[in-house]
């Protein structure tokens, strides 16, 4: 199994796969009307917390920073990058050996998929500096702004419900009790899916960005 660490050089300015116009729009909110900065507030965090999520789930970074990358105790030809894609362009330096310096003609990169292939076995260390992930949320792909979107909608129903789930009423001629019974509400806390990320639409969506690491 291979060591691999990770610095990060230049971290991302924003982390999110949709823009809060986006999510409006999706969500069939107005956009052109009066400000209300609470709720805009508010869905921006929702935002936020949904893209995190899925960064969790598929166990990587996606919105675009600087990093070095440092590989130990690997027997490979090919390198899979941490944090892809990664451009041609988007690569500063490749070192082996804690010292040399390998020429862009001794190496070769896929893009989408992050992985550096050495003309001949690398040297270790290997340490590489490079710009990868994501410019977001303008280049994330729309099958992450969709999965975005069910975990949104997730998290304001969730919330609507929960305010209202277990209050229940007690009438006796003119008089009405309101109460909150804690049982209703955990009951259907429990009656959620038993995937991952709790909806299985997002689950297929994420499964092309999941990598597992060796």
């Known amino acids: 199994m291979a060591d691999v660490r990770v610095k990060v050089l230049e971290p991302a300015d924003n ?15 107005p956009v052109n009307g009066p400000v209300d900065d609470i709720a805009d507030e508010t869905l921006e965090l929702q935002i936020a917390i949904a893209s995190a999520t899925i960064m ?11 990093v070095v990358e440092t590989w130990f105790d690997f027997a490979a030809t090919k390198l899979f990058l941490r944090h892809f894609p990664v451009e041609e362009d988007g690569i ?21 998929s992050g992985t550096l292939w050495g003309f001949g076995r690398f040297a270790e260390p290997v340490s590489i500096t ?3 992930g994501y410019e977001l949320p303008d280049e994330a792909p729309l ?23 277990g209050i229940r009423m007690i009438a006796h001629k003119d008089s009405r009790v309101l109460f909150f019974d804690p049982n209703q509400q955990a009951k ?13 639409a997002v689950d297929a969506l994420l499964d092309h960005y999941t990598r597992l690491w060796a």
């Open 15 to 29: 982390a999110s796969f949709l823009t809060l116009r986006e999510a409006k729009l999706l969500l069939g909110m």
């Open 92 to 112: 500063e330096e490749v070192t082996i050996g804690g010292r040399g310096l390998l020429a862009p003609d001794e190496y070769a990169l896929e893009e989408e």
């Open 143 to 165: 099958d992450l702004k969709q999965a975005t979107l069910l975990m949104l909608s997730q998290q304001r129903s969730q919330a609507t419900r929960e305010s209202i789930e």
């Open 56 to 66: 969790r789930l598929v166990n990587r970074m996606m919105a675009k920073q600087k």
């Open 188 to 200: 259907a806390g429990a009656a959620g899916g038993a995937t991952r990320s709790g909806i299985p």
């Open 130 to 132: 490079y710009w990868g």
